[in-house]
């Protein structure tokens, strides 16, 4: 165990029972660590259980069998207010900007929540912060009236980011935080959150189906696949370092002109 | 489709009236020319005249005073009976959508047994034990009726509460109360509102129906249904005891059941 783990999963099971007491196993067996300012990404293909992981490591999700240590303690069991404070530590930013947030509630009620729940400050002093905040990621301070529905996903996954960044957390979990938006954006997106990860040095997992995307950012990839962690890659040598089949697969299917030329050859072959 | 500059001039003009009529059944008494329920028997079944001016009944009360009077039991008694089942139902609906599993079920279960019975079979059966009255009957139908907001709100509250939005509110600390208060029930509150708005009538219906039934509103006080009931020997006779008491429930079931569809096409997302 490297000095500076600030997370590690051991054997970390997670099960679900289908109506008809069948058990499905989501995740298997996986283990992860990560250190501080480390960004880890977590690769794979729909449903292999990447999301079921982010939630497990955001404790959204109970764990079936495993340890999760954070800093050092055992945080699976964790319940109440306990549980509440540690939430304090592990922010996640979730697919859908949309789904994210509540229809009926304003961007500045979205932004103090954490602040005014975890009682740091009090509301006024807290819609200053948010202020603050959307300053930050490039967003006009009257933003704060507006609701959801009135930005756009970019927009709006800038406020995600934002609000989690506020609660400076340990860890931030970014599952599949660009797929909902469209290409430019998922740049500027990827940006803002490099750029404020300088800032702040806080621990990253990216969960994510783009294999370039996380070979660009990540320093250790794990890739997964019907629930087990099956490969993990140190550096960003993706392609070289590769030795599982499945990841090859994963590396064959990535969209580029190289590859449908390599397709078409083989049907005219 | 009417425009929804138009549906919301309707609406303020509908809820005026119904406003309006609210207000007046409170203050009418001020209106009523005669005591409703002074009996004058030298002026029995008396067509509507100057002094009486929707006639007089069996046993000589003025008619038009009763109905003035009428208004406000008919119309409290409809509200107090909604709002007892709509917060009852919202409390049941609410625990048993956030509880899931044993609690859930059971709560349901119950739900089903209650609905499996002819809801005005089953008040009659209930205010037969009870004994007639207006509580009782109130007590009769809130026993049934709970049961569609509860489960109304349960469907809601279960399609809302595995929404990515409750799950980031759970990771910056909101409890269960907050949950609720701030991020289910601002989102699941305004089909409950529709649903509310489109029973007014139909709760009115139910109750003067029973009265009229001889099961709610007891003799001598008031009350529309009960009015019908007793005026309905002298249909042939004194035909006035059976007309304004009727025509007062068309008015304001009426005005309610607009009402009520002007609520749900005014919430209706479709129209935005």
């Known amino acids: ?269 | 489709m009417r425009s929804r500059k138009r549906i919301k001039v309707f609406f303020i003009i509908i809820l005026s009236i119904a406003i309006l009529s609210i207000v007046f059944a409170i203050i009418a008494p001020v209106f009523a020319p005669n005591d409703p329920l002074q009996t004058d028997f030298v002026h029995i079944l008396e067509k509507p005249s100057e002094k009486y001016l929707f006639g007089t009944d069996q046993v000589g009360r003025c008619v038009y005073s009763r109905i003035l009077y009428g208004a406000k039991v008919s119309l409290g008694m409809t509200f107090l009976l909604l709002s007892l089942i709509f917060i009852f139902g919202l409390i049941i609906g609410i625990v048993a959508g956030m509880a899931g599993g044993i609690i859930d079920t059971t709560i349901m279960r119950i739900a089903d047994t209650v609905l499996s019975f002819p809801d005005i079979v089953f008040a009659i059966a209930i205010v037969g034990i009870l004994g007639p009255g207006m509580r009782n009957t109130i007590l009769a139908l809130s026993v049934i009726w709970w049961t569609k907001y509860a489960r109304l709100t349960r469907v809601l509250v279960m399609g809302i509460k595995n929404r990515e939005y409750v799950d980031a509110a759970v990771m910056v600390g909101a409890g269960k109360l907050k949950l609720i208060t701030h991020y289910i029930l601002p989102n699941i509150i305004s089909p409950l509102i529709v649903q509310l708005a489109l029973d007014i009538g139909g709760m009115m219906l139910a109750l003067a129906g029973l009265s009229f039934l001889g099961l709610g509103v007891q003799s001598p006080t008031p009350e529309w249904g009960n009015m019908l009931n007793e005026g309905r020997s002298y249909m042939q006779t004194a035909p006035w005891l059976l007309i304004y008491p009727g025509v007062a429930i068309f008015i304001v079931v009426s005005i309610f059941n607009i009402l009520g569809d002007t609520v749900r096409d005014l919430l209706d997302p479709k129209h935005v």
């Open chain 1, 1 to 269: 165990m490297k000095q500076n783990t600030i997370l590690e999963l051991k054997d970390v099971n997670k099960h679900f029972r289908d109506n008809d007491g069948d058990i499905f196993k989501a995740v298997e067996d996986v283990s992860i660590t990560l250190a501080k300012g480390e960004c880890i990404g977590i690769v794979g293909e729909s449903g292999c259980g990447k999301s079921t992981l982010a939630r497990i490591i955001a404790h959204l999700t109970e764990v079936s069998q495993g340890r999760i240590i954070f800093k050092g303690k055992d945080i699976v069991k964790l319940q109440g207010d306990a549980l509440k404070a540690h939430y304090k530590n592990v922010q996640m930013i979730f697919q859908s900007p949309l789904d994210t947030f509540s229809p009926r509630m304003t961007i500045g009620g979205y932004l103090i929540e954490p602040f005014v729940n975890f009682k740091l400050m009090n509301k006024k002093k807290a819609y200053e912060y948010a202020q603050e905040l959307l300053d930050m990621v490039g967003l006009d301070k009257d933003y704060i009236k507006k609701y959801p529905n009135e930005l756009s996903g970019g927009q709006l996954q800038r406020v995600v980011i934002a609000r989690a960044i506020g609660i400076k957390p340990d860890i931030i979990i970014c599952d599949e935080c660009t797929s909902a938006l469209d290409v430019s954006i998922q740049k500027q997106i990827i940006n803002l959150l490099l750029a404020l990860k300088e800032k702040t040095d806080f621990s990253n997992v990216f969960i994510t189906h783009d294999l370039a995307l996380a070979e660009s950012i990540c320093d250790r990839i794990y890739v997964m696949y019907q629930g087990e962690i099956v490969e993990m890659i140190e550096g960003q040598n993706i392609v070289e370092e590769a030795k599982h089949p499945y990841t090859k697969i994963l590396l064959s299917s990535v969209f580029s002109v190289k590859n449908f030329e390599n397709i078409g050859n083989q049907r005219i072959g």
